[in-house]
């Protein structure tokens, strides 16, 4: 598999989800605090360090080979991620200036990410090529 591929695929291991997850609350609620320093270390240091755990160690290949997997490829390019991103920023920003409409605004874009294939329904089938191409989009 090659570094593109586990990227791709580490995103939707369920250690990657939670730790996701996790830190995003516990981050925006930090920044809420005005707890700076530590909402930053919070807010990015453990999904980088199991990014790099996962991609290092753990076998990715029955990801790639899930359904979960091939939608992965259909339906999350860059600028989905980007959107996943872009969500996360909201919601940090709403936290740390107390405007609390944004952090619900925030965590709205990043499930609308995660569930655009809903209404793309129609993307062709993962061919390896489709696969490929996709994976090395995303580098």
Not at 38 to 57: E, N
Not at 76 to 101: D, E, N
Request: net charge positive; glycine share 6%; aromatic share 16%.
């Amino acid at each position: 598999m090659t570094r593109q591929e586990k990227l791709l695929y580490q995103q939707i291991h369920p250690w990657k989800l939670w730790t996701d997850f996790g830190t995003s609350f516990a981050s925006a609620w930090l920044l809420w605090e005005a707890r700076w320093g530590l909402a930053l270390i919070v807010g990015l240091f453990p999904s980088i360090a199991i990014t790099l755990w996962i991609t290092r160690y753990v076998d990715l290949e029955p990801y790639r080979q899930s359904r979960f997997g091939a939608y992965l490829v259909g339906h999350m390019p860059a600028k989905i991620v980007t959107q996943r991103i872009v969500g996360q920023l909201l919601v940090w920003t709403g936290a740390a200036s107390h405007v609390s409409w944004l952090i619900p605004f925030g965590y709205f874009l990043i499930v609308l990410a995660w569930l655009n294939g809903l209404w793309d329904p129609q993307a062709p089938a993962q061919s390896p090529e489709r696969m490929a191409a996709r994976t090395s989009a995303i580098s």
